[in-house]
């Protein structure tokens, strides 16, 4: 009896158990159809992508920092003495009129006086006042000229004398230094790194476009290339001056703008803006800040960017030189002159001689050679291996500085 009961006990829990469970399976599956994927994606397609930032006004807040650290410079350059040309006649005397235009010379010379200026923009580097700027902006130090640094920072709004204390004409880089007779401390700018900059990253640029009517212009564009080479006429020399590895950028640069800082978004100076291109719209050009951080020192403690130089005008060699000159192969340069007075001369370095090696390294082109010496400093010794007149010599070339004139 006892085994019967049992039994029916354990029938009745099975039975209650797949009972339970049938009422248990809809609800699953219903909850399943209630939570399908969809829901992720509408959460994705809802949620907006910031374009720079959270902070919609991140320029703004740059601009607001940097700005009192961009100056306005103005430069007032010595009087000097220019010919004019006019006719010499009177008009009240007709007769003299006619004679004067026929046997005299129509027109004559008139010295005329005038005081030529120049304006730019730059920022300050040092809390003491060291500004940077174009080398074009403010000329070499000694010239005579006037130069005036306008500061409008908070509590600082004024006019400031200002300095050359070093600059260099290849570069077109400046350095100047506020006479700050009361010793006021200057809002300052951080340099970034230019080779870190990427092309399509935001770029600020900050500057006083055509005089201070339009001081502490802010605009805002995108990298749009690096290492680009552009040729400018110079009107005081009469030839194109080339500037090399410039940051192009289509935020508005306009004159006024050289020597203002080009900005990441970080608030760091990345370039020093410089050049315009004069036949397109949207195209500026900036000296990377890293070609100023590596001379910076340098100009500030003796004035100027020392460039190691050898003296030679060179080429490279092709196939056709080298069986006229009966080499065992086209490698290295040819010597085509050596400049009077050079490193080179003092060397013992001749017209037709070929550089075949620089210390360790062989020399296949004119490139080659120019790399190499960049790598080393003004004072520096070279050892040159050369073959000349089919013999091999191993000459030893202390490095100088290249003449201003020729850079």
């Known amino acids: 009896m006892r085994k019967r009961i049992i039994t029916i006990m354990l029938i009745l829990a099975v039975v209650l158990s797949i009972g339970a469970a ?16 969809a829901e ?70 008139q010295p005329m006086e005038r005081t030529p200026t120049s304006a730019g923009s730059g920022f300050i580097i040092d809390e003491s006042g060291i500004v940077l700027t174009n080398q074009h902006v403010v000329g070499n130090k000694g010239e005579g000229q006037t130069i005036t640094v306008v ?14 204390i070093g600059s260099d004409y290849s570069l077109d880089l400046a350095v100047l230094r506020i006479i700050n007779e009361n010793g006021d401390v200057f809002p300052t700018l951080p340099l970034g790194d230019s080779d870190a900059a990427r092309v399509g990253e935001w770029t600020i640029a900050i500057g006083n476009p055509y005089g201070r009517d339009f001081e502490h212009t802010v605009t805002v564009g995108v ?7 552009i040729s400018i006429y110079d009107s005081e020399t009469g030839v194109p001056k080339v500037y090399r590895n410039l940051m192009q950028t289509d935020a508005a640069i306009n004159r006024g703008n050289s020597g203002g800082p080009l900005l990441n978004i970080k608030g760091e100076v990345i370039g020093i803006n410089t ?35 050898l003296g030679i005008w060179y ?7 080298a069986r006229q000159l009966r080499l065992p192969d086209d490698k290295g340069v040819l010597i085509v002159d050596v400049i ?18 620089i210390g360790d390294r062989d020399v296949f ?10 790598k080393h400093k003004t004072g520096d010794q070279l050892l040159l291996t050369v073959l000349r007149s089919g013999r091999t010599l191993i000459i030893e070339v202390t490095l100088g500085n290249k003449p201003a004139s020729l850079r």
């Open 22 to 37: 049938a009422q248990l399976l809809p609800n699953a599956r219903l909850v399943a159809q209630e939570a399908p994927p």
């Open 40 to 109: 992720v994606q509408t959460v994705v397609q809802t949620t907006p992508l910031p374009i720079v930032t959270d902070n919609p006004y991140i320029i703004a807040d740059i601009a607001e920092v940097a700005s009192p650290a961009t100056v306005f410079i103005s430069v007032v350059w010595p009087t000097e003495t220019v010919d004019t040309y006019r006719r010499p006649f009177s008009t009240w005397d007709p007769f003299g009129s006619f004679f004067d235009f026929w046997f005299s010379d129509p027109f004559y010379r």
């Open 151 to 164: 500061v409008d920072a908070p509590g600082l709004e004024r006019e400031y004398e200002a300095e050359i």
């Open 223 to 229: 990298l749009s290339a690096k290492g680009r080479e």
């Open 275 to 309: 050049a315009v291109h004069a036949q397109a719209q949207g195209i500026g050009f900036a000296i990377p800040i890293n070609v100023a951080k590596e001379v910076l020192d340098e100009l500030i403690t003796t004035g100027g960017v020392s460039v190691p130089w």
């Open 315 to 321: 080429q490279n060699i092709d196939e056709n030189i």
């Open 340 to 357: 009077k007075g050079s490193p080179a001369e003092e060397a013992g370095l001749k017209p037709w001689d070929v550089i075949r090696r």
């Open 365 to 374: 082109t004119t490139d080659d050679v120019a790399d190499e010496i960049s």
